[in-house]
T-cell receptor, first 113, second 113 residues
Framework: DTGVSQDPRHKITKRGQNVTFRCDPISEHNRLYWYRQTLGQGPEFLTYFQNEAQLEKSRLLSDRFSAERPKGSFSTLEIQRTEQGDSAMYLC???????????FGPGTRLTVL | GQNIDQPTEMTATEGAIVQINCTYQTSGFNGLFWYQQHAGEAPTFLSYNVLDGLEEKGRFSSFLSRSKGYSYLLLKELQMKDSASYLCAVRGRFSGGYNKLIFGAGTRLAVHP
């Protein structure tokens, strides 16, 4: 299977801890997106990379959040000093340059106790 | 700003036809997407419209009217496995001109025998 993969699939942490999630996009895709989804809502855009460049960040992405894509392949999303309000599904998607469709990974479900 | 509206819930009978509507307000429209999302899983791409008219793909069809800011997803010959949330998402030339998606809250469809 060569779809988008994410790790871990589930993460339970205590408030105040730091967490890091990884996304591996479809191999030939140079665009990578992070979204956050809470129960009963659609995904909300967080940030976007084209190759290794982070080209857009949502205002939802507070200074506790940071994302990287150092070699233009996989990406990491780190949340520092987690809060209960950070509990959500974190989705990664990728698309090809000039492609129209974003393909989503299975997501990482974060629970902050 | 951007605003996407779709009904929260719908029910239908196995074998029937259901139409899920989506209205949107956005600047710089550049495409509308429909995704299917089963509970606890990632969104799966269903269809894409950028020009007015109907796009048919098997049991699923999607319609777009750009002048009315309106789209619908038509599901025919409903099966129990079609019970899921259906997400309408709009792509626009938002700040920076990059192709993030803005999602509606989703329509939860329940198919009954």
């Amino acid at each position: 299977d060569t779809g988008v993969s994410q790790d871990p699939r589930h993460k339970i942490t205590k408030r105040g801890q730091n967490v890091t999630f990884r996304c591996d996009p479809i191999s030939e895709h140079n665009r990578l997106y992070w979204y956050r989804q809470t129960l009963g809502q659609g995904p909300e855009f967080l940030t976007y990379f084209q190759n290794e460049a982070q080209l857009e960040k949502s205002r939802l992405l507070s200074d506790r959040f940071s994302a990287e894509r150092p070699k233009g392949s996989f990406s990491t999303l780190e949340i520092q000093r987690t809060e209960q309000g950070d509990s959500a599904m974190y989705l990664c998607a990728s698309s090809s340059s000039g492609g129209d469709t974003q393909y989503f990974g299975p997501g990482t479900r974060l629970t902050v106790l | 700003g951007q605003n996407i509206d779709q009904p929260t819930e719908m029910t239908a009978t196995e074998g029937a036809i259901v139409q899920i509507n989506c209205t949107y307000q956005t600047s710089g429209f550049n495409g509308l997407f429909w995704y299917q999302q089963h509970a606890g899983e990632a969104p799966t791409f269903l269809s894409y419209n950028v020009l007015d008219g109907l796009e048919e793909k098997g049991r699923f069809s999607s319609f777009l009217s750009r002048s009315k800011g309106y789209s619908y997803l038509l599901l025919k010959e409903l099966q129990m496995k079609d019970s899921a949330s259906y997400l309408c998402a709009v792509r626009g030339r938002f700040s920076g001109g990059y192709n993030k998606l803005i999602f509606g809250a989703g329509t939860r469809l329940a198919v009954h025998p």
